[in-house]
């Protein structure tokens, strides 16, 4: 992921890293890749080792090691994105690279930076681009027109095949619609309120589930949101789908309306696992993950939206 440099103070950084270690959102490790282009705004982020203040300080909060690389130098670039991803899968952890270059054109199309940093933008007005250095280096005969035309077709290529391909998360399991009637219901509630004798259910939850059987002992009971809401999971994944629902207090509910997830009471000789009843349905079941996040909304939301596109097939909420 790249961590914007000019807002590396700002919440959505530290949330993010924040929940790399997180049960649920652990990725094994992740890398980092800021951008830093040493202007903000108006304000230089000049290099400074006296005074030893960097964009990448934030990361200090989960410890993870810092490469500085020179962005005119794509060989040593590589070889930092070498390193970080060897670091990352030696050791399922999180790596940040500091790609140090500059913005030939301010912050924006219509900022004249010369106003502001007239000395820095004249160095950078007579200073030649990354592709122009590299051309030089390795002594390449070909125009850098050629080559440019040449990789845009390669990247659209790229860009077709990768669209045509089928979305999914690998794994094969069969899907089917059955129709919702009472017996199948009743049938679903059963294995809902099942507890296995080690779980000692609180008064609240065991009264809770004496509800659910009470709303499914004819057609015309009455249904209450919580049990609803469990239902309508419940035959999603009896069907064959996934589900997965994330976020501050979802297993409880933060209202105390769904009760997703049982802890077992005191009185137990050992430790007993939190109980989830949706994971306990039946053995061709979908796969039903909870996951209470951090005390965060914006980290919580963008990781949500890529779980969602990665895996194509799971309904994440």
Request: hydrophobic content about 40%; charged content about 20%; glycine content about 6%.
């Amino acid at each position: 992921m790249a961590m914007p440099r000019s807002r590396a103070r700002q919440g959505i950084v530290m949330e993010t890293l924040n929940m790399t270690r997180k049960d649920g959102y652990a990725l094994g490790g992740t890398v980092h890749v800021i951008v830093n282009n040493q202007i903000g705004f108006t304000t230089p982020n000049r290099m400074d080792a006296e005074a030893q203040s960097y964009c990448t300080d934030i990361a200090r909060m989960i410890d993870a090691p810092v490469i500085r690389v020179n962005a005119d130098r794509p060989d040593e670039v590589m070889r930092a994105a070498k390193l970080a991803l060897q670091y990352r899968m030696e050791h399922e952890a999180d790596v940040v690279i500091d790609l140090i270059g500059y913005r030939r054109l301010g912050h924006s199309e219509h900022d004249i930076p010369a106003l502001t940093q007239p000395f820095q933008q004249a160095a950078i007005a007579t200073h030649q681009t990354v592709t122009e250095l590299y051309h030089a280096a390795i002594g390449e005969e070909t125009t850098l027109e050629a080559l440019r035309a040449e990789a845009l077709q390669h990247l659209q290529t790229a860009s077709r095949q990768t669209l045509s391909r089928p979305r999914g998360d690998g794994t094969q399991r069969t899907k089917r619609t059955r129709p919702l009637s009472l017996a199948r219901v009743q049938s679903l509630t059963a294995a809902l309120i099942r507890t296995p004798p080690e779980v000692r259910l609180h008064d609240f939850v065991r009264n809770v589930t004496a509800k659910w059987q009470k709303s499914v002992a004819d057609e015309n009971a009455a249904v209450d949101w919580c049990f609803a809401e469990n239902l309508a999971y419940a035959t999603l994944l009896d069907d064959g789908h996934s589900v997965r629902i994330s976020g501050m207090d979802v297993g409880r509910g933060t209202f105390m309306h769904r009760h997703a997830v049982w802890h077992s009471q005191g009185g137990a000789s050992r430790a007993v696992e939190p109980y989830v009843p949706l994971q306990n349905l039946g053995v061709h079941q979908g796969e039903f993950d909870i996951v209470n996040s951090p005390l965060t909304e914006e980290a919580v939301l963008g990781f949500e939206y890529g779980y969602s596109v990665q895996t194509g097939s799971h309904l994440a909420i």
